[in-house]
């Protein structure tokens, strides 16, 4: 490839990012190093009264939502990114449930942002890079995904068209909620994240997101079912309960996604190699209840004794009743 016309996307990817001094979107160097954005949008912590609270990080201390920022050059945080808050805080409160799961792909890239904004904020890999005799954070494979995301992330600015299983899509997997909402406005938000999977868990009120930057794998597999489960309006207990099956489900892809990039036209195209690849192995490893019953008790913040029958042969379920109807659980406002 002529070296001039290497895609500005691809710049971003390599060694250079994850610095203090280089945005986290795009990858330019920042002319000031006050130029910051929030992990977590003034928006949403204005919202839900997030800016005194506190988010757990992955070397297990926790710092303030209001503090927890990325560097982020003056374009990047006044066009492509403040387009994208104004766009999504409409999808999300100022419009019906449709509009949102109709824009998926911005949802996606949405939470997925966050996601890298915590990771970068988190600056794990300069830490795996300045002892590269040490032990390895990120393994290769997460990194790989890492960079895919990351690069999907950029698509506000670069036209990207992703493709997988024959199928033009949006890069992942990404479930949208109509939820009751709990009386108490200090308890409408909740953030879990996983990354290892990559995955995003976010209780806005009456509004739920779960997404995992995946290809679409969970997506093929469940996304019917999760729909069908999601076609009402949900409890948050049962949305919870939803968010630890699509959480443990992700945790059992057993591939990585291997992907093909072109550019032309001004268009990248991300063909996503069929996820199966050669081997006739499935691409979820089997689900075992009893492992799935860890997920769900942590989603519910109960011990897994709570969330199982005596003999840990039966897993609770906020869904359906014991024949298999639907349960509607009505909001507490005592
Ligand atoms: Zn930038």
Redesign the pocket.
């Given at each position: 490839m002529n070296t001039k016309k290497v895609p500005k996307a691809f710049r971003p990817i390599n060694k250079r990012i994850y610095s203090r001094n280089r945005?986290f979107?795009?990858g330019?160097l920042l002319r000031s190093k006050n130029s910051k954005e929030h992990v977590f949008p003034k928006w949403l912590q204005e919202k839900f009264n997030l800016w005194d609270q506190t988010i757990h990080l992955l070397n297990g201390t926790t710092i303030q939502y209001s503090k927890l920022t990325v560097p982020?050059?003056h374009?990047?945080n006044t066009v492509h990114l403040s387009k994208l808050e104004n766009r999504v805080k409409r999808y999300l409160f100022g419009e019906p449930i449709s509009v949102a799961r109709k824009h998926s792909g911005d949802i996606l890239i949405w939470v997925l942002k966050i996601l890298l904004g915590i990771i970068y904020a988190e600056r794990l890999l300069p830490w795996q890079r300045s002892k590269p005799g040490g032990r390895r954070i990120l393994p290769r494979e997460m990194k790989d995904s890492l960079s895919m995301t990351h690069f999907f992330v950029q698509g506000l600015d670069l036209k990207i068209e992703f493709e997988a299983e024959g199928q033009i899509r949006i890069p992942g997997s990404v479930f949208i909620f109509n939820l009751k909402q709990l009386p108490d406005p200090a308890e409408h938000f909740t953030f879990r994240d996983d990354l290892n999977s990559l995955s995003v868990f976010m209780r806005l009120g009456n509004r739920g997101i779960i997404a995992t930057a995946d290809g679409g794998a969970v997506d093929f597999d469940v996304g019917g079912a999760v729909r069908r489960d999601g076609a009402v309006k949900l409890h948050p207990v049962q949305f919870s309960e939803i968010g630890a099956k699509i959480f443990y489900k992700a945790s059992l892809f057993n591939r990585t996604a291997k992907y093909m990039t072109m550019y032309s036209n001004k268009t990248y195209r991300v063909m996503q190699m069929p996820l199966a690849g050669l081997s006739p192995r499935p691409v979820f490893d089997d689900w075992d209840h009893f492992a799935y019953a860890h997920f769900l008790a942590l989603f519910m913040n109960v011990d897994v004794s709570r969330v199982t029958s005596a003999d840990q042969s039966l897993v609770s379920t906020w869904l359906y009743d014991k024949d298999g109807n639907r349960t509607y659980i009505p909001i507490d406002t005592k």
């Open positions: 945005c979107y795009c330019n982020c050059c374009r990047c």
